[in-house]
């Protein structure tokens, strides 16, 4: 068994424990000593809070530093570190993610399992499959296992949508169309003059609003966004690990993308990452010709 000076360095949650422990006993004393002891507390604190926030700069100023910054970030004792002092901002989508994947191995003993579609401060959508996607009572105990989940340890979910899994009918044609190598000849027609660098993508009406979507050419995969009825292109890349982003969620109210792989939030107009300040997504010049979006995707 560890010793408790081992359980004091090593073990965050005891530690955590401690501080909170160490917190109420402040909190009990008489009301001079309280006001001391938390004024310390708060000295101490931004003395900490100043010294990261000058390392955390001082990384970012080199390519090096900044991927050793986002390794960083993934430990979980420097995220909590940096969380208390309000240089990360955790999601709401990578808090259920979370207890998804805390019900996730029950789901699938019992064939079925659950996807986070998106989430927003008070409503969760989510996609069912497998013997989730029914009416039988087992369909209907799987779901309301994933219900009672979220309901408890995210008490501020007020409404849970299960989104169906049938794909929409255009997009449907869409996929027919491309699997039997079917081209309108509309479509020819529409195809703009491009100058050097820019490819033509998709039709403008194919990206829904607040519904990412990928775009694959000449070598790049690019990533289309609409959001209040403005597109914006990026390279499908987070700035993070460079993990592909069509797999998250776009908040339609405040326009954050959140990446379906850690969690980074980004700014969909911008690019701008608001988990790690100054991170930015890279943006690539977009303009519509002929209702069809056109990429510049090579300089």
């Known amino acids: 068994m560890a010793s408790s000076a081992e359980i004091k360095i090593t073990d965050l949650d005891e530690l955590a424990r401690q501080v909170d422990k160490a917190l109420e006993r402040a909190r009990q004393q008489p009301e001079a000593a309280q006001k001391t002891a938390l004024d310390l507390k708060e000295a101490i604190e931004a003395f900490h809070k100043l010294g990261l926030t000058k390392i955390i700069q001082k990384l970012k100023e080199d390519e090096r530093g900044k991927e050793l910054l986002f390794e960083l970030v993934d430990d979980q004792a420097i995220y909590a570190l940096f969380a208390m002092h309000g240089l990360v901002r955790e999601d709401i989508g990578v808090r259920v993610t979370r207890v998804l994947d805390m019900v996730r191995p029950y789901m699938q003993s019992h064939g079925g399992d659950v996807e986070l579609v998106r989430a927003t401060q008070d409503t969760v959508y989510i996609k069912l499959s497998g013997s989730c996607n029914g009416c039988s009572m087992s369909s209907v105990t799987l779901r309301n296992t994933v219900e009672e989940a979220l309901h408890e340890h995210l008490p501020q979910i007020q409404n849970i949508e299960v989104v169906p899994n049938e794909p929409e009918p255009a997009k449907a044609e869409a996929e027919m169309q491309s699997q039997s190598g079917f081209v309108p000849l509309a479509a020819i027609a529409a195809l ?16 829904l609003e607040a519904v990412p979507f990928r775009w694959d050419a000449d070598g ?25 982003l069509d797999g998250g969620s776009l908040d339609p109210e405040t326009g954050v993308l959140v990446c379906p792989w850690h969690g980074f939030r980004f700014d969909c107009a911008s690019g701008e990452c608001l988990t790690v300040p100054e991170a930015q997504l890279e943006g690539l010049p977009l303009r519509v010709e002929s209702g069809r979006i056109v990429v510049r995707v090579a300089q």
């Open 192 to 207: 703009p003059k491009l100058d050097y660098g820019w490819a033509a993508g998709p039709v403008s009406s194919e990206v």
């Open 220 to 244: 790049v995969s690019v990533l289309i966004v609409r959001f209040h009825g403005q597109l914006h292109a990026f390279r499908n890349e987070c700035a993070h690990l460079g993990m592909p």
